[in-house]
């Protein structure tokens, strides 16, 4: 199984960035999907989740109201549409897959992706 993920990039506090992450050589459709991004000298926290079944959300109090996670089981990608960015919000991102997940938990995540680079300048 791998996870592509692709989107990040420097943006100024306020705007917007879509991340994407694409899989192949799994059943997208059978796999809850999340995000957790990681900041410099930090560890890696949870943002979104999205179930497999029921496509229920959670999120971070952090990003909530800014951040919404979607999949698209048609295209085999999930995304990460990140609007009202925060200097704070910046660190790579990644996503992650759990098999049958109701909702991702780092210590439990199936598969995770490469990590793309979010920058939110001030």
């Known amino acids: 199984v791998q996870l592509q993920a692709s989107g990040g990039g420097l943006v100024q506090a306020g705007g917007s960035l879509r991340l994407s992450c694409a899989a192949s050589?799994?059943?997208?459709?059978?796999?809850?999907w999340g995000w957790f991004r990681q900041a410099p000298g930090k560890e890696r926290d949870f943002v979104a989740a999205?179930?497999?079944?029921?496509?229920?959300?959670n999120y971070a109090d952090s990003v909530k109201g800014r951040f919404t996670i979607s999949r698209d089981n048609a295209k085999n990608t999930v995304y990460l549409q990140m609007n009202s960015l925060k200097p704070e919000d910046t660190g790579v991102y990644y996503c992650?897959?759990?098999?049958?997940?109701?909702?991702?938990?780092?210590?439990?995540?199936?598969?995770w992706g490469q990590g793309t680079q979010v920058t939110v300048s001030s």
């Open positions: 050589g799994a059943t997208f459709s059978s796999y809850g």
């Open positions: 992650a897959a759990k098999l049958f997940g109701r909702t991702v938990v780092a210590g439990t995540v199936d598969y």
């Open positions: 999205i179930s497999w079944s029921s496509y229920s959300t």
